[in-house]
C-alpha cells in the first residue's frame, strides 16, 4: 500500500521559473511533512518541513503548500537555479508510532536548464 | 558536527559472497533506518530501531538479510550469501524520536553496492 504518492516523476524547468511538486496522502493521521533534497552521490536532506495546523511555509524560494481537505501538499521552488537540479522526495511519518519512521514518495527528478 | 556516517562508500564483490554495510549514527539519536534505493523501486525502508531494538524488519526481502544494532553507536547491514539483484544503494538514516514530536531523518551518503 503506498502511503505517500508523488507526482512528477521528472520535471523539467528553465531558469526563473516555478517548479511544482505535488504530493498526495492517504492516511489521515499524518501530521508532519518533510521534504527532502538528494544531489547524485549523496543521501537525502532535510529540505523544508510542515505540520498541518498551518497552510503553508516558506523558507526562501522554497515553499510547502499543504491542503488538507484534498489530503494534497505540494512544493514550489520560485526562480528555479541549475543548482536545484535534484531528486526531490515528499514524505510522511507514521502517526502509529512516534519512533520517527516516514513514508516516502517515489521522488521527482527536477532538472534547470540555465 | 558529524552527520550519519557510512561504510564503505562503494562495495564490489562477487555473487554469493556476504556483504557487512556499517553505519553510525548521530550522536544522541535513538532511532535508526535502514533503506535501499534502487531505480525502479524508489527508496524502500528495511528495517528500523529505536533504542538498538528492532522495531518493524518487514521491509528485509529475504532471510538472506540481516541487520544487528549492538549498541547506540553502530549499526550493521548483512547479506548473505549476496545476489546481484542486490545491487543498489543502501542508506543509514537517524532520528531523535521522542513523544509525539515527529523529528526529521538524517541520512549518510550511502553504501552503493554492486554484485557481479
Known amino acids: 500500500q503506498q502511503q505517500v504518492k508523488q507526482s512528477p516523476q521528472s520535471l523539467i524547468v528553465q531558469k526563473g521559473g516555478i517548479s511544482i511538486i505535488n504530493c498526495a496522502y492517504e492516511n489521515t493521521a499524518f501530521d508532519y511533512f518533510p521534504w527532502y533534497q538528494q544531489f547524485p552521490g549523496k543521501g537525502p536532506a532535510l529540505l523544508i518541513a510542515?505540520?498541518?495546523?498551518?497552510s503553508e511555509k516558506k523558507e526562501g524560494r522554497f515553499t510547502i503548500s499543504f491542503n488538507k481537505s484534498a489530503k494534497q501538499f505540494s512544493l514550489h521552488i520560485m526562480d528555479s537555479q541549475p543548482g536545484d537540479s535534484a531528486t526531490y522526495f515528499c514524505a510522511a511519518p507514521d502517526r502509529g508510532s512516534t519512533l520517527g519512521r516516514l513514508y516516502f514518495g517515489r521522488g521527482t527528478q527536477l532538472t534547470v536548464w540555465p | 558536527d558529524a552527520g550519519v556516517i557510512q561504510s564503505p562508500r562503494h562495495e564490489v564483490t562477487e555473487m554469493g559472497q556476504e556483504v557487512t554495510l556499517r553505519c553510525k549514527p548521530i550522536s544522541g539519536h535513538n532511532s535508526l533506518f535502514w533503506y535501499r534505493q534502487t531505480m525502479m523501486r524508489g527508496l524502500e525502508l528495511l528495517i528500523y530501531f529505536n533504542n538498538n531494538v528492532p522495531i518493524d524488519d518487514s521491509g528485509m526481502p529475504e532471510d538472506r538479510f540481516s541487520a544487528k544494532m549492538p549498541n547506540a553507536s553502530f549499526s550493521t547491514l548483512k547479506i548473505q550469501p549476496s545476489e546481484p539483484r542486490d545491487s543498489a544503494v543502501y542508506f543509514c538514516?537517524?532520528?531523535?524520536?521522542?513523544?509525539?514530536?515527529?523529528?526529521?531523518?538524517?541520512f549518510g551518503d550511502g553504501t552503493r553496492l554492486s554484485i557481479l
Open positions: 510542515i505540520r498541518p495546523d498551518v
Open positions: 538514516a537517524s532520528s531523535f524520536s521522542q513523544g509525539a514530536l515527529n523529528q526529521p531523518q538524517h
